[in-house]
């Protein structure tokens, strides 16, 4: 089945049926997809306030009543424990293991963040003539830790996580043209060409997703990633938080023309 096309209801109710668990990049064009971070009360506040402060990285979409399974505005009638593909479940820091439902997890205390995601610009590239590698060769999108550090908030602190695409040249300034009308999925870039003057040593061994073939004429575009929350929470080593895994998403109702 193509899932370019596919209404985000259908493909929320595929996955929480097993019948999709891979990244879904390419899947639900034209409709938003988000990060997610679910964690307790406690901690709720301080990762609101870390949101606030690190924008680009981490911009929210939605954020759950206590306890809730639903994000009842951008997508209602989901349940966020079942509704992504994979996830993810750390515990002091430490990734337990990876799940594709985590209704077993699920505690009275928690609070769910959803957060844009760049995948929801890959439509408008593809449309603007720009090929996203990650896509043609059906694999998960590159993303790297960096040397830049986060803006810290209460516990929270940690580097930013960055995505990578492959642009030729001559099609740079038009990336950063669709992407920067969409400032609520990461919008502008946050870095263009040289991967180490970020941190980034090896560019084919990406720290999350899958190597991409990188063509002569083309330049490496970095743009925030959603993921950042996670290098931050192995960083500040929580006692409990769920994550998507990285580039399993949540499909969400939401245009990517209402962002």
């Not at 938003?32 to 949101?51: H, I, R």
């Not at 996580?161 to 040249?169: D, E, F, G, K, N």
């Not at 400032?183 to 997703?209: A, K, L, M, N």
Request: proline share 9%; net charge negative; glycine share 8%.
């Amino acid at each position: 089945m193509n899932l370019f096309h596919q209404e985000p209801k259908v493909v929320r109710q595929m996955i929480r049926e097993g019948k999709i668990t891979s990244p879904t990049s390419g899947m639900c064009a034209g409709y938003a997809q988000g990060n997610l971070v679910v964690l307790p009360k406690e901690f709720a506040y301080d990762f609101l306030l870390f949101t606030q402060r690190n924008p680009k990285p981490c911009p929210v979409l939605e954020v759950s009543d206590v306890g809730s399974r639903e994000f009842s505005i951008t997508a209602k009638g989901s349940d966020i424990a079942r509704d992504i593909p994979k996830y993810r479940v750390y515990r002091d820091g430490v990734m337990q293991g990876e799940y594709e439902d985590v209704s077993s997890f699920w505690r009275d205390d928690l609070v769910s963040f959803l957060l844009g995601c760049s995948f929801s610009f890959e439509a408008p590239m593809i449309e603007e003539g720009i090929e996203v590698r990650h896509i043609t060769e059906n694999c998960n999108v590159l993303m790297y830790i960096t040397n830049i550090p986060c803006r810290p908030a209460g516990i929270f602190s940690g580097p930013v996580v960055v995505s990578m695409r492959p642009i030729p040249h001559e099609k740079v300034v038009k990336a950063v043209t669709v992407t920067e009308r969409m400032p609520q999925v990461h919008g502008t870039p946050i870095h263009i060409g040289d991967p180490e003057y970020i941190g980034i040593r090896d560019i084919h061994h990406p720290d999350f997703g899958d190597p991409v073939t990188i063509k002569e004429g083309e330049i490496p575009v970095f743009w925030a990633c959603g993921v950042t929350p996670q290098a931050v929470v192995m960083n500040v080593k929580p006692p409990f938080v769920i994550t998507h895994a990285p580039g399993h998403m949540f499909i969400t109702d939401m245009k990517n023309s209402q962002l």
